[in-house]
């Protein structure tokens, strides 16, 4: 961010940022740009065009400078600003958790249908695996106040975020966190009846498909939570032999999926003794959701 007489107001900010993003290729660089100059300001967005001539400190100058050029190298907004939005709610977000991504709503939206049109499943019992940040189990929470979630995730940093988002969204009291490899707290550390769902957002890109990710994605997020071994399917697979197990009868499941593995996945189903296996797509068009039910005999 080159100097010269003229001040640097917000307009000349994201004006100038706009620009530089563009060049870099950064994704969506006006917004980008709001989002960076709102966190530097600690204020709203929409604040920010009404103070177009303001011109910042100079403290809040060196840090908005610093944030733009690791921007610019492609680390992405959420983590420079440690906040991601999901299902209308927001939530920390540390290089410990993958960013919540629109896709991952459509998980979240066949299991609110599910509990709304179902008679008796008024108050669920949820297990959800691979948690992350929380943001399934607590937009989950947030929505269906009856509902109670136990949340695992072998990570104990990403637990850590997890556990934040849940006190300060006031959650922490039907959605319990623990920690361990997908459902070995239920065999080590509680005694759980069977749950009404299971949901999961595993690992599932394949090993040898890492090095072609975005590079936002690929440099800065954990690899923990990406790599899905060498089918992808690795800890999609273990999910699912278990999940009769743990499932109540007519007890159903739902875990995001890869776009290319539906095929995969519903045999995984299929092979677990499951029906009524179905595959939903996101807001693209891409398959992203496996649903699948225990026999009720």
Request: include cysteine; aromatic fraction near 6%.
């Amino acid at each position: 961010m080159q100097r010269n007489d003229a001040p640097w107001t917000i307009r000349r900010l994201l004006e100038w940022t706009t620009a530089f993003f563009a060049r870099k290729e950064v994704d969506s660089p006006r917004l980008a740009a709001e989002l960076l100059l709102s966190h530097v300001l600690a204020a709203p967005r929409i604040r920010i065009y009404t103070d177009y001539d303001r011109v910042p400190d100079e403290d809040q100058l060196a840090i908005f400078r610093d944030l733009v050029r690791r921007a610019g190298e492609h680390e992405p907004i959420a983590y420079l600003t440690g906040k991601a939005h999901f299902f209308n709610l927001e939530f920390e977000v540390t290089r410990d958790v993958l960013i919540p991504r629109p896709d991952t709503e459509t998980l979240v939206e066949h299991v609110l249908q599910h509990v709304r049109f179902t008679p008796g499943l008024e108050s669920p019992r949820i297990l959800e695996l691979c948690t992350g940040s929380a943001c399934i189990a607590a937009a989950i929470a947030h929505q269906l106040k009856s509902a109670t979630i136990l949340a695992i995730d072998i990570s104990e940093s990403a637990l850590a975020v997890a556990r934040r988002n849940l006190d300060r969204l006031n959650l922490s009291d039907r959605v319990i966190l623990a920690q361990g490899d997908l459902y070995e707290p239920l065999e080590t550390q509680i005694t759980a009846a069977p749950f009404d769902m299971i949901l999961a957002n595993p690992p599932y890109i394949r090993s040898a498909d890492i090095q072609a990710l975005d590079r936002n994605v690929r440099d800065y997020e954990p690899r923990l939570a990406l790599d899905g071994g060498e089918d992808g399917l690795q800890i999609t697979r273990r999910i699912l032999a278990t999940a009769p197990r743990r499932l109540v009868p007519g007890g159903r499941v739902y875990i995001e999926i890869q776009f290319d593995a539906a095929d995969a996945v519903r045999q995984l189903a299929t092979d677990a003794g499951l029906q009524d296996i179905r595959i939903f797509r996101d807001q693209a068009g891409n398959d992203r959701v496996l649903h699948a039910r225990k026999p009720t005999a």
